[in-house]
């Protein structure tokens, strides 16, 4: 492929994915094959302990437009999601996920859209998530409403991270000062014209899920704090309602004195200094999720490294962008 950036870069994060890698290969070759368009597979190996690095290799020598990128070590999915994007070279990059859960055949739906309304993005949208359990429905739908509130209305739910961007879109992502943005939130505030394809999210292809509980609560945590700092007014608010509880409380005591009777109990004192350590500790915690990104930011630390990159063409940056 060389230097010369093809119709369509499809980027792929994969982490210990050797048993789907076979499927994955047929099915979106059969797909990108049949388009007639010139294209490049981007394949993130995201610091995989299994055979994925191997079966990548394999499948290199037969299938050209495969190109293989590994990184050091694993970064997580957003991480390597970005290290794919920041080196497509597509004319229209579309992620995926390499379980065959965001079916390839909607490729050719999203580029048929964009190109015919001209879009920057079209979102992938899940129209049933009846093959994810309940808990990661009830999970997902709380996360999304909750990001919604925060990045507008332009954020459309159940989109996950199968979407197509332009190259400008991908530029302007380029262009942001932060590492590893969290892409589901920061690509739709870019503000870009968009559409959306809904498809069916189909079950996991083989193997196991690489979204734990904690990773999901680290996604979570980290959308929210990088969106909006709202959460530090809580703080606030507690203080204010405390204050004002104290008041009532001062006039109850004054009160309760001034007609004879004296303030009886420790319990309510020990309750109440309890609450208030709590609040204080809650507040604490908060503070320093954001005194942490700061911390991060200032280290400013490349949120992946390169190992090797089977087609790096004139890019020669050893880290993220
Ligand atoms: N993934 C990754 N690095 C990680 C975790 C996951 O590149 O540290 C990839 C994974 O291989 C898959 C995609 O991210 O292609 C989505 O992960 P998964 O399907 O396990 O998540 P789920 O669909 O269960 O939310
Ligand atoms: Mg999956």
């Not at 010369?4 to 059969?30: C, F, H, I, K, T």
């Not at 050719?108 to 049933?128: F, H, K, T, W």
């Not at 943005?181 to 394809?197: A, N, T, Y």
């Not at 909006?228 to 008041?247: N, Y």
């Amino acid at each position: 492929m060389g230097q010369q950036s093809p119709a369509l870069s499809v980027v792929v994060p994969m982490y210990n994915e050797e048993s789907v890698l076979p499927l994955l290969a047929e099915r979106l070759r059969g797909v990108l094959d049949g388009l007639d368009e010139t294209y490049e597979v981007v394949a993130v190996d995201d610091g995989s302990t299994d055979a994925t690095a191997a079966a990548l290799r394999g499948l290199r020598e037969r299938w050209p437009q495969l190109r293989v990128i590994r990184l050091r070590r694993n970064s997580g999915h957003q991480a390597a999601l970005n290290a794919g994007l920041m080196r497509s070279r597509g004319e229209y990059v579309v992620s995926i996920d390499a379980d065959l859960q965001d079916p390839p055949e909607t490729i050719a739906d999203m580029l048929a859209l964009a190109r015919s309304q001209n879009l920057d993005i079209v979102y992938g949208v899940r129209a049933d998530r009846s093959s994810d359990t309940a808990f990661k429905r009830l999970t997902a739908g709380a996360y999304y409403r909750m990001m919604r509130r925060l990045v507008g209305k332009s954020m459309p739910a159940q989109a996950g991270d199968f979407r197509l961007l332009s190259r400008t879109a991908v530029e302007a992502l380029r262009d942001l000062p932060e590492r590893s943005p969290v892409l589901r939130l920061v690509v739709p505030w870019l503000g870009f014209p968009s559409g959306e394809v809904r498809f069916e999210r189909a079950e996991r292809a083989a193997g196991r899920t690489k979204y734990p509980l904690s990773k999901m609560l680290a996604l979570a945590a980290e959308s929210v704090t990088s969106f909006s700092a709202a959460p530090l007014r809580v703080a606030t608010w507690l203080g204010l309602l405390g204050v004002g509880v104290c008041a009532l409380l001062v006039i109850a005591v004054v009160v309760a004195y001034a007609t004879g009777h004296t303030v009886s109990g420790w319990p309510s004192i020990l309750v109440a200094v309890l609450f208030l350590g709590a609040v204080q500790l809650l507040c604490l915690g908060l503070l320093g999720e954001y005194v942490g990104r700061i911390y991060t930011a200032l280290l400013a630390r490349p949120a992946y490294f390169i190992a090797s990159d089977s087609d790096p063409g004139d890019e020669t940056d050893a880290g993220a962008a």
